[in-house]
């Protein structure tokens, strides 16, 4: 499997999970799960990027329009994940882990899918025959599948 693949994955599933971790902790009540407080959103945005990273030829980097609908539906979950913070936040409750955890990794999903995705650029050579020039494109390998 790809590396911006796999790394795309692994992001999600933790993007997923933190829908059930604490987003609040309230006096009375204590730690309130995301799933409570508009969770199932994210977590159905996180489980397209994870479909996604799944869908095609597995070998290569993800690209095109998924790529692009993978990066903007991370991007809508940090999105909604710093209005909550920034809506919750206040001296009644208190943010927790998993509100944060939910962001930050809504915001390293496209960092991870750029950063991978461009660490595989093609390299040219130049070979020399007897009687003629060649150029060959060497793909840089990840690690084996």
């Known amino acids: 499997m790809n590396d911006q693949r796999l790394a795309i994955i692994l992001l999600s599933a933790i993007g997923m999970a933190t829908a059930f ?34 869908i095609g030829d597995r070998a290569r980097d993800l690209a095109g329009i998924k790529f692009y609908i993978a990066i903007s539906l991370s991007l809508v979950a940090a999105g909604i994940g710093v209005w909550k913070i920034i809506d919750l936040d206040s001296s009644f409750v208190t943010v927790e882990y998993g509100l944060y955890l939910m962001t930050l990794t809504g915001i390293v999903i496209p960092l991870a899918a750029f950063i991978i995705g461009k660490s595989k650029k093609r390299d040219t050579t130049q070979k020399e025959g007897s009687d003629f020039t060649y150029r060959t494109e060497i793909e840089k390998k990840g690690a084996p599948d």
């Open 21 to 54: 971790m604490p987003w609040v902790k309230m006096p009375v009540f204590g730690y309130v799960p995301g799933t409570d407080n508009g969770g199932w959103l994210i977590f159905a945005l996180y489980f397209v990027v994870f479909i996604l990273a799944f």
